[in-house]
């Protein structure tokens, strides 16, 4: 396991300094990917300690017929099915964080059956915090 | 001109929401790492510009509200500038085209402006004309491809007095048969490159190009070639002495 290697998905890079500094003052490096496609690419090329996911990322080619697939919910917070691939494919509920501007209940509702973290936009204290939460937790301990 | 229904208002603003938070987001997660010491030393002073930078940014997006606000209602009464102000256009461009320079570099886009030399102008507000500027910049910054160049040509047509600017650069393909001018407007090529637009940018552009410089503005997309190009035409351009040597 590449285990000082973060994955964020976010078709924003340009405003997430904040984040990647503050994962760099953690040890942690990000590997940035723009939409579904590349993420999912990043997961079946590498292993990661953390992933950090955007709810709103455009899905593009196959990924958006295959979201669609799968209802409504998916349809608007895409970034959901990457968490499901993830879980998928043995991370652990504990490694996985995903975002949105607002809280959803629905959201919250479907994250919750996934058992990962679900924060919102422009509360990066809190983000932090979870962040923190996460890189406390060992997954390699008992996997 | 206005949103047709209001499913359709709701969307525009959950996309202009959306797309104010982000950089908000960012200015607040710096400035909470400027306080909490994850920041230190000579990254400082640059995480502290670029925070300056988003904050702008953000302005210019709510402009564009105040802009449509303004101009976007058919009941407005036909709007006219109240002053003598000159647009020197390279001028312009340039400030704009600074603004996006971070943003476009993180894409590797790079922006030119052709014939910086070649004073062309047109009477009307300067803030109205970078506001379009701007919003065609931000279109490439978002769209275009990696590795390009985007060109800005300026000159005035002899025959006609029209000022002409042309953009051009690789970019998201777009139809040509499709009003990408049309208030809440994005391409499906658009929406699978980034969920960071808003379809108010390029409206804007036209409302302004329009009903004050009583211009046009045109989009085409060149499949061939990969190249999105705009152009500005505005009467009654002329050309004014440059200022420093």
């Given at each position: 396991?590449?285990?000082?290697?973060?994955?964020?998905?976010?078709?924003?890079?340009?405003?997430?300094?904040?984040?990647?500094?503050?994962?760099?003052?953690?040890?942690?490096?990000?590997?940035?990917?723009?939409?579904?496609?590349?993420?999912?690419?990043?997961?079946?090329?590498?292993?990661?300690?953390?992933?950090?996911?955007?709810?709103?990322?455009?899905?593009?080619?196959?990924?958006?017929?295959?979201?669609?697939?799968?209802?409504?919910?998916?349809?608007?917070?895409?970034?959901?099915?990457?968490?499901?691939?993830?879980?998928g494919m043995g991370y652990r509920g504990r490694q996985v964080i995903v975002y949105s501007v607002h809280d959803v209940d629905e959201v919250r509702t479907q994250t919750d059956r996934m058992s990962v973290s679900y924060v919102t936009k422009g509360r990066p204290?809190?983000?932090?915090?979870?962040?923190?939460?996460?890189?406390?937790?060992?997954?390699?301990?008992?996997? | 001109?206005?949103?047709?229904?209001?499913?359709?208002?709701?969307?525009?603003?959950?996309?202009?929401?959306?797309?104010?938070?982000?950089?908000?987001?960012?200015?607040?997660?710096?400035?909470?790492?400027?306080?909490?010491?994850?920041?230190?030393?000579?990254?400082?002073?640059?995480?502290?510009?670029?925070?300056?930078?988003?904050?702008?940014?953000?302005?210019?997006?709510?402009?564009?509200?105040?802009?449509?606000?303004?101009?976007?209602?058919?009941s407005t009464a036909e709007p006219k500038f109240k002053t003598t102000k000159v647009c020197v256009i390279p001028q312009l461009l340039i400030e704009a085209a600074q603004f996006f320079q971070e943003q476009a570099a993180h894409n590797d886009i790079r922006f030119?402006?052709?014939?910086?030399?070649?004073?062309?102008?047109?009477?009307?507000?300067?803030?109205?004309?970078?506001?379009?500027?701007?919003?065609?910049?931000?279109?490439?910054?978002?769209?275009?491809?990696?590795?390009?160049?985007?060109?800005?040509?300026?000159?005035?047509?002899?025959?006609?007095?029209?000022?002409?600017?042309?953009?051009?650069?690789?970019?998201?393909?777009?139809?040509?048969?499709?009003?990408?001018?049309?208030?809440?407007?994005?391409?499906?090529?658009?929406?699978?490159?980034?969920?960071?637009?808003?379809?108010?940018?390029?409206?804007?552009?036209?409302?302004?190009?329009?009903?004050?410089?009583?211009?046009?503005?045109?989009?085409?997309?060149?499949?061939?070639?990969?190249?999105?190009?705009?152009?500005?035409?505005?009467?009654?351009?002329?050309?004014?002495?440059?200022?420093?040597?």
């Amino acid at each position: 396991m590449d285990n000082n290697k973060v994955l964020v998905m976010d078709d924003e890079p340009h405003v997430l300094d904040w984040l990647s500094d503050y994962l760099a003052e953690n040890g942690y490096e990000c590997t940035f990917a723009r939409n579904v496609a590349e993420a999912v690419e990043q997961l079946r090329a590498s292993t990661f300690r953390m992933l950090i996911l955007d709810l709103n990322v455009p899905a593009p080619g196959e990924y958006g017929t295959a979201i669609k697939a799968k209802g409504d919910l998916f349809t608007v917070y895409r970034g959901l099915y990457v968490a499901e691939i993830a879980r998928g494919m043995g991370y652990r509920g504990r490694q996985v964080i995903v975002y949105s501007v607002h809280d959803v209940d629905e959201v919250r509702t479907q994250t919750d059956r996934m058992s990962v973290s679900y924060v919102t936009k422009g509360r990066p204290r809190s983000f932090k915090k979870e962040i923190d939460d996460v890189l406390s937790f060992d997954p390699t301990s008992n996997r | 001109m206005q949103p047709a229904d209001p499913t359709q208002t709701i969307a525009l603003i959950q996309n202009i929401t959306h797309q104010a938070i982000n950089p908000l987001n960012g200015v607040i997660g710096t400035l909470d790492n400027l306080i909490d010491g994850t920041i230190k030393g000579e990254r400082r002073d640059q995480r502290i510009k670029s925070a300056r930078a988003q904050l702008e940014y953000t302005v210019s997006l709510i402009r564009n509200l105040a802009y449509f606000a303004q101009y976007g209602t058919s009941s407005t009464a036909e709007p006219k500038f109240k002053t003598t102000k000159v647009c020197v256009i390279p001028q312009l461009l340039i400030e704009a085209a600074q603004f996006f320079q971070e943003q476009a570099a993180h894409n590797d886009i790079r922006f030119e402006v052709k014939d910086r030399s070649n004073q062309t102008s047109v009477h009307g507000d300067p803030e109205l004309m970078r506001q379009i500027f701007m919003n065609l910049f931000d279109n490439y910054a978002k769209y275009g491809e990696s590795n390009s160049i985007v060109e800005i040509k300026h000159w005035i047509q002899k025959k006609t007095n029209c000022l002409i600017i042309e953009f051009s650069g690789e970019s998201t393909p777009f139809s040509n048969e499709e009003d990408i001018f049309a208030l809440g407007v994005r391409g499906k090529h658009a929406e699978e490159k980034t969920s960071a637009g808003s379809g108010l940018g390029l409206h804007i552009c036209r409302l302004i190009i329009e009903r004050l410089f009583k211009g046009t503005i045109s989009a085409n997309y060149v499949n061939s070639k990969r190249l999105a190009y705009f152009e500005i035409r505005i009467p009654h351009a002329f050309a004014t002495e440059r200022q420093n040597g």
